[in-house]
């Protein structure tokens, strides 16, 4: 007997599994061009446009009627590509969401990914090779460009160091940091001196490598 759900291959609790029919996709996106080549390079390539969408309602409701497998959002789809995939993974469907755009924005990427997106390429990826990540996507890849992919890594290399440099801080470093007061409000809240403030924010901001005390709070906010 088949394995519940095994039909649909993607967003089970389980995990992803392989199709065993062709990938079903929503694309999505505000030029008639542009859908036109993404549609002929995925059905040369076996999978099924299912429908085709030129704004962010348009998408939704196709995401909801039509429960592809995988969603192709443009990151400039009329009415917001990241607002568009939220949505579409907010409903509930086992729907993977890609994004596609014309730049490696870095934000956009992270903004992507904070919404559940589970991939971002590029529009300059080659027709064949973008039906190939698309594939994969019922297998558990993530198709990302590779500078992302550098880039991601960077920046979870970057907050590793951050943590480990939060863990330097004393009890009372992290204490002044997070009252987020100017100087005189927090030598009156903690009932200390003002130097002794100004002394343990050179030394919060030395232990991060920042120049002041907003880029301190930031730092923190990001760890």
């Known amino acids: 007997m088949p394995e519940a759900g095994a039909e649909h291959g993607l967003g089970r609790p389980g995990g992803p599994v392989a199709l065993r029919r062709p990938l079903r996709v929503l694309i999505a996106d505000g030029s008639p061009s542009e859908r036109f080549g993404v549609r002929r390079a995925l059905e040369d390539a076996g999978c099924v446009v299912c429908a085709e969408a030129a704004d962010a309602p348009e998408a939704v409701e196709a995401a909801a ?25 907010g409903n509930g469907a086992e729907t993977a969401v890609v994004m596609f755009a014309r730049s490696s924005s870095e934000r956009d ?12 390429l590029t529009k300059s990826t080659d027709p064949e090779r973008l039906a190939i990540a698309l594939k994969r996507v019922s297998e558990g890849e993530a198709p990302l460009t590779r500078t992302l992919v550098a880039r991601l890594i960077e920046e979870f290399q970057e907050r590793h160091r951050r943590r480990r440099t939060l863990h330097n801080l004393t009890e009372r470093e992290t204490e002044v940091l997070g009252q987020g007061l100017d100087t005189a409000e927090i030598a009156a809240r903690l009932f200390v001196a003002r130097v002794t403030v100004r002394t343990h924010i050179a030394s919060i901001l030395k232990k991060l490598g920042v120049p002041d005390r907003e880029a301190a709070v930031r730092v923190v906010g990001r760890r």
């Open 65 to 89: 009627s039509e429960r592809p497998d995988l969603c192709l959002l443009d990151m400039e789809l009329p009415g917001g590509g990241i607002p568009t995939a939220a949505a579409i993974l």
């Open 109 to 120: 990427l992270f903004a992507a990914l904070e919404v559940g997106a589970c991939g971002y």
